[in-house]
């Protein structure tokens, strides 16, 4: 297993545009999260999936963004009407199970997104 | 909610020994984790507390009292790719919440 893969690692758009990134978790992780984070900030969490089912979003989560994790594997993050403010990485991670078992989120390398 | 306090900069030398603390608030605890974070790249894992003490891992280690809502790491023997921000995060019911990060700058 490679780790946790995300695709595009760099995106540019304009602004009004849609885009949508992937992630790729480890296989055997039920559990996937996706993060913003901008610069000089920690990450802000977004929205999580246990298996396909999306169990938590953020207030920060606005009606233009959307996540899907339609088998359970991969997930798919769209942001549609793209604005500056939503210029940030964007970070996906996953894990076994609780966190609170010690080992944590393993994150992907992440998705940095410029909007113009 | 959750509100976690850590210095936005630290400097110190390479060798030396430095600790960044941080404080946090939170409505549900389920441990706390340290996370580096080097320029461009994803955070890796720490090291992790639950129970109050240290844990030591080579030349990290890592404190929480949790009747303090405290905690530090230590890092010694510094070396230049030490250079990274230094995250704190706790668990709470089902997430991890971070703090805004710690960057630490080693220098010669």
């Known amino acids: 297993d490679t780790g946790v893969s995300q695709d595009p690692r760099h995106k540019i758009t304009k602004r009004g545009q849609n885009v949508t990134f992937r992630c790729d978790p480890i296989?055997?992780?039920?559990?996937l999260y996706w993060y913003r984070q901008t610069l000089g900030q920690g990450p802000e969490f977004l929205t999580y999936?246990?298996?396909?089912?999306?169990?938590?979003k953020s207030r920060l989560l606005s009606d233009r963004f959307s996540a899907e994790r339609p088998k359970g594997s991969f997930s798919t993050l769209e942001i549609q009407r793209t604005e500056q403010g939503d210029s940030a990485m964007y970070l996906c991670?996953?894990?076994?199970?609780?966190?609170?078992?010690?080992?944590?989120?393993?994150f992907g390398s992440g998705t940095r997104l410029t909007v113009v | 909610g959750q509100n976690i306090d850590q210095p936005t900069e630290m400097t110190a030398t390479e060798g030396a020994i430095v600790q960044i603390n941080c404080t946090y608030q939170?409505?549900?605890?389920?441990?706390l984790f340290w996370y580096q974070q080097h320029a461009g790249e994803a955070p890796t894992f720490l090291s992790y507390?639950?129970?109050?003490g240290l844990e030591e891992k080579g030349r990290f280690s890592s404190f929480l009292s949790r009747s303090k809502g405290y905690s530090y790491l230590l890092l010694k023997e510094l070396q230049m790719k030490d250079s990274a921000s230094y995250l704190c995060?706790?668990?709470?019911?089902?997430?991890?919440?971070f703090g805004k990060g710690t960057m630490l700058l080693v220098s010669p």
């Open positions: 999936f246990q298996n396909e089912a999306q169990l938590e």
């Open positions: 995060a706790v668990s709470g019911y089902s997430t991890l919440t």
């Open positions: 991670a996953s894990s076994l199970a609780r966190d609170h078992q010690g080992y944590g989120y393993t």
């Open positions: 939170t409505s549900g605890f389920n441990g």
């Open positions: 296989s055997e992780h039920n559990r």
């Open positions: 507390n639950v129970l109050d």
